[in-house]
């Protein structure tokens, strides 16, 4: 069965300061890997994804996450947080014949000013 | 491309009664779709697969009856809650795909949120 492990619940940074969130995963064969951002009592919004080819992928909102398959791992990274970026970040997995969907327990990011 | 709309956004209802939310597929056609439910400061936890003219594939410890889903077209799902009781309140997203030819994507609705009084 596919996991997700997003080892950190909050994370507080300060506004201009990086920012790395980790993700590791289980997952059987080639993983399908995704990072969503969600604020306060809104929907889903994808930041990247990975498939295959190269392992650094950029996304929206100036992320990029790596890709190492020898640590199962799919972290996010941003070089400078800004106070629009604090929301709920979730790591996901995609597998099996109807690709289903597996998500971490998620990181909350609070930015200080 | 690849919109997912839901309707309503959100909905209010008394104990006992049903309430039916609606997953479109606006500019694809999906024959699977999946149905999420997230409680407050909580991740998403897959309900079921939807897949399109079949019986819906329910994940462990979802109750079937209380949860029915209807995927009659390649571009509506359905989830209709039964017999609704408060500790159904929640937040219930649905997502279609992938489209394939190496596209793993699935495409998100806005979220319905279910308050049951």
């Known amino acids: 069965a596919q996991s997700v492990t997003q080892p950190d619940i909050h994370i507080t940074v300060s506004e201009g300061a990086s920012l790395e969130l980790r993700c590791n995963y289980s997952?059987?064969?080639?993983?399908?890997l995704f990072w969503y951002v969600q604020s306060p009592g809104q929907g889903l919004q994808l930041l990247l994804k990975?498939?295959?080819?190269?392992?650094l992928v950029q996304g929206i909102k100036g992320f990029e996450a790596e890709f190492k398959r020898s640590q199962s791992s799919f972290n996010l990274r941003k070089p400078s947080v800004h106070w629009s970026d604090a929301a709920e970040y979730f790591c996901?997995?995609?597998?099996?014949?109807?690709?289903?969907?597996?998500f971490g327990k998620g990181t909350l990011l609070t930015v200080n000013p | 491309g690849a919109v997912v709309s839901q309707h309503p956004s959100w909905v209010i209802c008394k104990s006992g009664t049903s309430v039916k939310i609606e997953c479109r597929s606006l500019?694809?056609?999906?024959?699977?779709m999946f149905w999420y439910r997230q409680f407050p400061k909580q991740s998403l936890m897959l309900m079921a697969t939807?897949?399109?003219?079949?019986?819906?594939?329910?994940e462990q410890g979802v109750e079937k009856d209380k949860f029915l889903i209807n995927h009659a077209s390649l571009t509506l799902s359905t989830l209709t809650v039964t017999s609704a009781h408060p500790e159904d309140s929640s937040f219930y997203i649905c997502?279609?795909?992938?489209?394939?030819?190496?596209?793993?994507?699935?495409?998100f609705g806005p979220g319905t949120r279910l308050t049951v009084t």
């Open positions: 997502s279609a795909g992938p489209l394939g030819g190496g596209n793993y994507e699935q495409y």
């Open positions: 997952y059987g064969a080639t993983p399908y």
């Open positions: 990975y498939f295959s080819g190269d392992t």
């Open positions: 996901a997995v995609s597998g099996g014949s109807n690709y289903k969907l597996t």
């Open positions: 500019d694809f056609q999906a024959t699977t």
């Open positions: 939807s897949n399109e003219g079949s019986k819906a594939t329910y």
